[in-house]
């Protein structure tokens, strides 16, 4: 059933002026440019207006209405990131920290920044780098690659192999499962029941066998006075696996059409060496992959520009609203390595920002690092050009880049 089908009413606290139809996951016709659109969106739409597609909900197309929900947990909670809200595991049930509030969001949230942080974080780099390496060389005398399937989704699940020191024999099947999920035709819930009961044994196993990897670290840290429950560290494990993955697949995805349509963009970064990290941010401002992950649902009233938020009502506030804001970024589509950069909303906002951001740049940095030198030149295929698919994350369906060999 269409997603317009199931939708309910214009609730009686929406004011019929603040009503705009609008599909998350068509954000334009097939073939457009999603970026364009959201951006013509920004200009189209109220700054903060009620659609009543995927189940009915609130979303906020001004950056400072969207950071005052992502910034406030009291009112707004992470019970729902995603629509419509029955795709959001029962209250209590979702992952930590990402599906909790306050109390118990900071406790748990607090364990994984002190694990990412780790000295183990810094210790993988060099894994991650000499991986990028590989597959670069492998690739580079065939002239020729999908980026996506044989770059951007092989760095990020070798790098949460090592992160968790998860062992050989788990490997295969884990990649399997990955490359399944990412799918666009295959059965998801299937392949995430699977995928939970793979890291399960795993998880299990290091709860009595600990070692000196993060999980076994995490295994031994409380919460609240108690031990860690085995159902909650096999949550933060998948969501360790999960939430670094489609996030910085499509990021890889995006800086490397960018790059591969733009020589003078490559030049500047091959020439700015110290400024790599600048660019890695412009380019993460101007393709915010997390488009629809950040959903909200209000607990207490809210008022929010001219809209009256209620108890119940769910609310999308997105970074890429944020990003595209021309006060802070004038003609934002563009990208622009000398522009000043605010902080931009690529890794969300408040509580709940991103707890990975380091590492994923690490791996971003690694692959302009190790790519550019060794294969300057690229460019994207004229026979098979990407197309955007919509979904929680934006992404490309494939990207075929071409390159001049020796
Ligand atoms: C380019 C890559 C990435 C992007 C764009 C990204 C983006 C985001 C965003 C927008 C949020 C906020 C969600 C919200 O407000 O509801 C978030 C949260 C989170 N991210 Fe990332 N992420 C990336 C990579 C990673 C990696 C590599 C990891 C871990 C290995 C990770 C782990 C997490 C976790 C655990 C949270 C939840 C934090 C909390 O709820 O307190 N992310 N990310």
Same mark, same amino acid.
């Given at each position: ?15 019929? %002026? ?26 189209? $739409? ?13 979303? +906020? ?24 809200? %029955?795709?959001?595991?029962? *209250? ?11 109390? !118990? ?62 062992? %050989? ?17 295959? !059965? ?38 108690? *031990?860690?429950? *085995?159902?909650? @560290? ?7 696996? @999960? $939430?670094?993955?489609? +996030? ?10 960018? @790059? ?7 030049? &500047?970064?091959?020439?700015?060496? %110290? ?18 992950? +950040? ?72 692959? @302009? ?13 004229? !026979? ?18 071409? &390159?001049?060999?020796?």
């Amino acid at each position: 059933m269409p997603a317009y089908a199931m939708a309910p009413a214009r609730p009686p606290h929406v004011p019929a %002026e603040l009503v705009f139809d609008y599909d998350v996951f068509e954000p334009g016709p097939p073939g457009s440019d999603f970026y364009v659109e959201l951006y013509a969106l920004k200009h189209r $739409a109220p700054p903060v207006f009620w659609t009543p597609y995927n189940g009915g909900h609130w979303y +906020t197309t001004d950056s400072d209405l969207t950071e005052q929900v992502l910034g406030d947990n009291i009112r707004f909670s992470n019970q729902v990131l995603q629509l419509p809200r %029955e795709n959001n595991p029962p *209250p209590g049930k979702g992952y930590a920290p990402m599906f909790l509030d306050p109390p !118990d969001h900071a406790a748990y949230r607090h364990l994984l920044l002190v694990a990412l942080s780790r000295k183990a974080v810094t210790d993988l780099i060099p894994k991650i780098r000499a991986l990028a390496v590989d597959l670069i060389e492998d690739m580079k005398p065939r002239g020729r690659c999908d980026f996506i399937t044989e770059f951007a989704y092989q760095l990020p699940v070798i790098t949460f192999f090592g992160l968790t020191n998860l062992p %050989e024999r788990y490997h295969d099947r884990m990649k399997e499962l990955v490359r399944g999920i990412v799918d666009a035709h295959s !059965d998801k819930a299937q392949l995430f029941r699977d995928l939970s009961d793979h890291l399960a044994s795993f998880v299990d196993d290091r709860i009595a066998n600990p070692g000196d990897d993060l999980i076994s670290h995490l295994s031994r840290q409380e919460v609240n006075g108690a *031990p860690i429950t *085995p159902e909650k @560290l096999r949550g933060m494990t998948e969501l360790l696996l @999960l $939430a670094g993955q489609d +996030t910085v697949a499509n990021t890889f995805g995006f800086i490397a059409a960018f @790059l591969a349509a733009n020589p003078e963009h490559r030049r &500047w970064i091959s020439n700015h060496p %110290e400024r790599a990290s600048h660019a890695i941010d412009e380019l993460m401002r101007r393709f915010p992959v997390v488009a629809n992950g +950040t959903a909200r649902l209000c607990v207490a009233e809210a008022e929010l520009g001219d809209a009256r938020i209620l108890p119940g009502d769910p609310i999308l506030a997105t970074p890429t609203m944020m990003n595209f804001d021309d006060r802070l970024y004038p003609d934002p589509l563009k990208v622009d390595f000398e522009r000043h950069l605010a902080n931009t909303g690529s890794f969300g906002r408040g509580p709940h920002r991103c707890v990975g951001a380091g590492l994923a740049r690490a791996e971003l940095s690694i692959f @302009l690092e190790e790519w550019l030198p060794r294969i300057p030149e690229f460019r994207i295929a004229e !026979d098979s050009p990407p197309r955007f698919v919509p979904g929680v994350t934006i992404s490309y369906d494939r990207l075929m880049l071409e &390159w001049p060999t020796a």
